[in-house]
Nanobody
Framework: QVQLVESGGGLVQAGGSLRLSCAAS????????LGWYRQAPGKQRELVAY???????TYADFVKGRFTMSRDNAKNTAYLQMNNLKPEDTAVYYC???????????????????WGQGTQVTVSS
């Protein structure tokens, strides 16, 4: 398995930017698909973006044009560049890794999968 640690969250005003990082260890990073999820208080966890081992990215409609996901296999790190942040982006953001599945597989995002601890993003109005 791969171990994941998120960082880069914080407090930012609406319209601002943050860059989240997900540092990985413990497995072959390059063969894992990676995802960013977020969960706001009282809300279900939702998929924000994911990237395949080959580098193809897919985004939720609510972040298209504002967020960019990337990966650097040499650094064993995934990123989420978040621009033009909105108050509704406030959530805990989680990194996820999987070497055997992709959306829409029911195995993707499973609770027993590889998850980071999360990093808090708060966007003030």
């Amino acid at each position: 398995q791969v171990q994941l640690v998120e960082s880069g969250g914080g407090l930012v005003q609406a319209g601002g930017s943050l860059r989240l990082s997900c540092a990985a260890s413990g497995s072959i990073f390059s063969i894992n698909a990676l995802g960013w999820y977020r969960q706001a208080p009282g809300k279900q966890r939702e998929l924000v973006a994911y990237i395949t081992p080959g580098g193809r990215t897919t985004y939720a409609d609510f972040v298209k044009g504002r967020f960019t996901m990337s990966r650097d296999n040499a650094k064993n790190t995934a990123y989420l560049q978040m621009n033009n942040l909105k108050p509704e982006d406030t959530a805990v953001y989680y990194c996820y890794a999987d070497r055997v599945s992709l959306p829409p597989s029911t195995a993707w995002g499973r609770p027993g999968g590889n998850w980071g601890q999360g990093t808090q993003v708060t966007v003030s109005s």
